[in-house]
């Protein structure tokens, strides 16, 4: 429970700027990854987690490229599974693949919702989303 509450802090942080300011500095998600490695080298999961944390990155840069989400969103993406999978007690794969089904059906209603409210803008934050995927996989994990 420890790792959800930091993550999810550092995620309510990063949901904040994204709706402020419209970008996230590199440093804060640099202590978000640096925490996630002091995380992975305590828990020795490290070699199981990396793989999937670069096939997330190769993943959400794929969605960056056509403009689809920010770079800081898919920064965020390709650590958060070092998060999300350590606190909770699902198998790694299938967690992953129920975390990326979550975001793409939560994601696909999100823009298109945020499209038709937000007329006039071109940008839709999508940290809250990422949050609000993270707390639902959580909870659901824990039933």
């Known amino acids: 429970m420890i790792i959800f509450i930091i993550a999810l802090a550092f995620l309510i ?25 002091v995380i992975l080298y305590i828990s020795g999961n490290s070699l199981l987690l990396v793989p999937l944390c670069l096939l997330n990155g190769l993943l959400f840069f ?3 490229k056509f403009k689809s989400l920010g770079g800081a969103d898919v920064k965020i993406l ?11 007690p699902i198998n790694l794969i299938s967690g ?9 059906l939560f994601g696909t209603a999100y823009g298109l919702i945020g499209q038709l ?6 940008y839709i934050p999508f940290l809250p989303l990422i949050t609000f995927t993270y707390i639902v996989f959580y909870v659901f994990n824990q039933m």
């Open 13 to 37: 942080y990063f949901s904040y700027l994204d709706l402020k300011h419209q970008e996230i500095k590199n440093e804060p998600i640099l202590a978000f990854f640096l925490l996630g490695l």
């Open 62 to 64: 794929a969605l960056w």
């Open 78 to 88: 390709s650590i958060l599974p070092i998060f999300y999978l350590l606190s909770t």
């Open 96 to 104: 992953q693949i129920i975390f990326l089904i979550m975001f793409g």
């Open 117 to 122: 409210l937000i007329k006039k803008k071109k």
